[in-house]
């Protein structure tokens, strides 16, 4: 049978004026049986011109998704995470630097305790600061690198009067190993290996302390950091929101320390405000990977590319919290507005990744949003009820358990912070929610939740033979379905016993 391309398919679409969402498509299938296997299929994708990623999701920049603890476990399951801006500016930089220090291979300033201390003065220290470890490094009174001290020294001494220098294990000994500041992370990982050491002391030109390796985040960063989405450093990608608000400017100076890149975070993406903040942006940090949405059609993608945006975020009105269509009236459908924005970009700018965010329900949106021109999906509530997402686990009487997760435009949201005002120009005496409050089931580890999106992409790709994205992204050809069609694609006339 003869098949339109997906070109055909849109424009026959849109001369009818109709604009499609997921669930009125499905992929066709392609033959060849020796089509590639799920796990060699290659998924690696951009969120902005400079960034990568080696799994394409992203989740959502929302104050009940996104903090730390998700963006680091985005970044080692090999996406990355937005962290959402409705915090004040040193709460959210604090919040990127702890995704960027999180699997720091090289402890830069490494906590140095005296040799005269005693290991008693040591140990109220560590209470009094909260340390949660008990690695030192050791120095004397000229500042002059004397050994390590580690958590075992403090096990075998009768009493902890005896002094740190006692103690710890002195450079003098035999087979003490540090090594020059600048020594790589391979180069870490060949001594520590080879002499089986927990510690790898740097040191300075003077003599003294210029930082620390431990065994156990350079083995991780060797051997299992194969998966993480990392910086040139080997540090997690990590990115931040930030809206037009006043504040703007200098949100993203303190963010650009750390942050990756920055998503210019509005309702609507093409506006007044939102230019006049890319360019600005893009004056001071020319630099810097910008992220610009949401929009839902290509005029608003490409003059977005033309003012310098490094990235577009697709969708107005399709996420699962979301009131902005029934309450405003706008609104394209997500498959159509993906379609569009990548059809609009792709001869001047097809370097600029598109991402679609929202309207995420089925496993099977996922390989549908990229082949019709994503290179990467972001989600909020299929995250939401992770353990990672920021919020408590809820426990109903029956003993379900589950997580708040809330629109960033609905009227509590509004109520709680200048950066949802912001993004839902809110800031006049009433404002129109444009999100609702929601619960989601507990789900546990994201590790768990997202391997699940990731097979599923693995396998959509696999049933049209698209053995990279980059293929997928081009060459996915599409049907549109019937009511019928829908029913029949879900369970259907069984009474289902377990999902
Ligand atoms: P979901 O994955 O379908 O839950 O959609 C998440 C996306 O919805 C986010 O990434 C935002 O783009 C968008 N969003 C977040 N809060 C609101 C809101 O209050 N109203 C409309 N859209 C929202």
Same mark, same amino acid.
């Given at each position: 049978?003869a098949?339109?391309?997906?070109?055909q398919?849109?424009?026959t679409?849109?001369?009818?004026?109709?604009?499609?969402?997921?669930?009125d498509?499905?992929m066709r299938t392609?033959?060849?049986s020796?089509?590639?296997?799920?796990?060699?299929?290659n998924?690696?994708s951009?969120?902005?011109?400079?960034?990568?990623?080696?799994v394409p999701?992203v989740s959502?920049?929302?104050?009940t998704v996104?903090e730390?603890?998700?963006?680091?476990e985005m970044a080692?399951?090999?996406?990355?995470?937005v962290?959402?801006?409705?915090?004040?500016?040193?709460?959210?930089f604090?919040?990127?630097?702890?995704?960027?220090?999180?699997?720091?291979?090289?402890i830069?300033? +490494?906590?140095? =305790?005296r040799?005269s201390?005693? #290991?008693?003065?040591v140990?109220?220290?560590?209470?009094e600061?909260?340390?949660?470890?008990s690695?030192f490094t050791v120095?004397?009174a000229?500042?002059?690198?004397? *050994?390590?001290?580690?958590?075992k020294?403090?096990?075998y001494?009768?009493? #902890?009067t005896?002094?740190?220098?006692?103690?710890m294990?002195?450079v003098e000994?035999?087979?003490?190993?540090?090594?020059?500041? *600048?020594?790589?992370l391979?180069?870490?990982y060949?001594v520590?290996?080879?002499g089986k050491?927990?510690?790898?002391?740097?040191?300075?030109?003077?003599?003294?302390?210029?930082g620390?390796?431990?065994?156990?985040?350079?083995k991780?960063?060797?051997?299992?950091?194969?998966?993480?989405?990392v910086?040139?450093?080997?540090?997690?990608?990590?990115a931040?929101?930030?809206?037009?608000?006043e504040?703007?400017?200098?949100?993203?100076e303190?963010?650009?320390?750390?942050?990756d =890149?920055?998503?210019?975070?509005?309702a609507?993406g093409?506006?007044?405000?939102?230019?006049k903040?890319?360019?600005?942006i893009?004056?001071?940090?020319p630099?810097l990977?910008v992220?610009?949405?949401n929009?839902?059609?290509?005029a608003s993608? #490409?003059e977005?590319a033309?003012?310098g945006?490094?990235?577009?975020?697709?969708?107005q009105?399709?996420g699962s919290i979301?009131s902005?269509? +029934?309450?405003?009236?706008? *609104?394209?459908?997500?498959?159509?507005a993906?379609?569009?924005?990548?059809?609009?970009?792709?001869?001047?700018?097809?370097?600029?990744?598109v991402?679609?965010?929202?309207?995420?329900?089925?496993?099977g949106?996922i +390989?549908?949003?990229?082949?019709? *021109?994503?290179h990467?999906?972001m989600?909020?509530?299929?995250l939401?009820?992770?353990?990672?997402a +920021?919020?408590?686990?809820?426990?109903?009487?029956?003993?379900?358990r589950?997580?708040?997760y809330?629109g960033?435009?609905?009227?509590s949201a509004?109520?709680?912070?200048?950066?949802?005002?912001?993004?839902?120009s809110?800031?006049?005496g009433?404002f129109?929610?444009e999100?609702v409050?929601?619960?989601?089931?507990?789900e546990?580890?994201?590790?768990?939740? #997202?391997?699940?999106?990731?097979?599923?992409?693995r396998?959509?790709?696999r049933y =049209?033979?698209?053995?990279?994205?980059e293929?997928?992204?081009?060459?996915?050809?599409?049907f549109?379905?019937?009511?019928?069609?829908?029913r029949e694609?879900?369970?259907?006339?069984?009474?289902i016993?377990?999902q």
């Amino acid at each position: 049978m003869a098949t339109a391309t997906r070109e055909q398919f849109f424009q026959t679409m849109e001369e009818q004026g109709i604009a499609l969402t997921y669930d009125d498509v499905r992929m066709r299938t392609r033959s060849g049986s020796s089509g590639p296997l799920p796990e060699v299929i290659n998924i690696r994708s951009k969120f902005s011109e400079n960034v990568e990623l080696k799994v394409p999701l992203v989740s959502a920049a929302m104050d009940t998704v996104t903090e730390s603890n998700m963006a680091i476990e985005m970044a080692k399951l090999g996406g990355i995470g937005v962290i959402h801006a409705a915090l004040s500016i040193n709460e959210q930089f604090t919040e990127v630097r702890r995704v960027k220090k999180a699997s720091h291979s090289v402890i830069d300033e +490494p906590i140095s =305790v005296r040799d005269s201390d005693t #290991l008693e003065s040591v140990k109220k220290m560590c209470a009094e600061k909260r340390f949660n470890f008990s690695t030192f490094t050791v120095i004397d009174a000229d500042g002059k690198f004397k *050994g390590v001290l580690t958590g075992k020294d403090f096990e075998y001494p009768e009493s #902890l009067t005896v002094s740190v220098g006692e103690a710890m294990t002195s450079v003098e000994e035999d087979n003490f190993s540090s090594a020059p500041v *600048g020594t790589t992370l391979e180069e870490a990982y060949a001594v520590m290996q080879k002499g089986k050491i927990n510690t790898l002391p740097l040191i300075n030109e003077d003599g003294g302390v210029g930082g620390l390796y431990l065994w156990s985040d350079v083995k991780r960063n060797v051997r299992d950091a194969e998966a993480y989405n990392v910086d040139h450093n080997r540090q997690l990608r990590v990115a931040a929101a930030v809206s037009t608000g006043e504040d703007a400017l200098e949100r993203v100076e303190a963010l650009s320390r750390y942050a990756d =890149v920055i998503v210019l975070d509005t309702a609507d993406g093409d506006s007044y405000y939102v230019f006049k903040t890319l360019k600005a942006i893009k004056e001071k940090f020319p630099d810097l990977d910008v992220v610009v949405g949401n929009i839902s059609d290509g005029a608003s993608a #490409l003059e977005l590319a033309e003012a310098g945006a490094n990235g577009i975020k697709v969708g107005q009105g399709g996420g699962s919290i979301c009131s902005t269509r +029934p309450e405003t009236g706008i *609104g394209m459908p997500q498959v159509t507005a993906v379609y569009d924005c990548m059809n609009a970009l792709r001869e001047k700018y097809p370097h600029i990744p598109v991402c679609a965010d929202g309207g995420i329900k089925d496993h099977g949106d996922i +390989p549908i949003a990229i082949g019709v *021109g994503a290179h990467s999906v972001m989600m909020g509530r299929v995250l939401a009820g992770t353990k990672e997402a +920021p919020g408590d686990v809820l426990v109903r009487k029956d003993g379900t358990r589950y997580k708040t997760y809330r629109g960033m435009g609905s009227a509590s949201a509004l109520r709680d912070n200048e950066a949802s005002r912001e993004r839902y120009s809110a800031n006049g005496g009433i404002f129109l929610p444009e999100g609702v409050e929601a619960y989601v089931p507990y789900e546990g580890d994201l590790k768990n939740v #997202l391997g699940l999106c990731v097979l599923a992409l693995r396998k959509g790709m696999r049933y =049209v033979k698209s053995p990279d994205l980059e293929y997928h992204r081009n060459h996915t050809k599409f049907f549109r379905i019937t009511g019928s069609g829908l029913r029949e694609s879900h369970p259907h006339d069984v009474e289902i016993i377990k999902q």
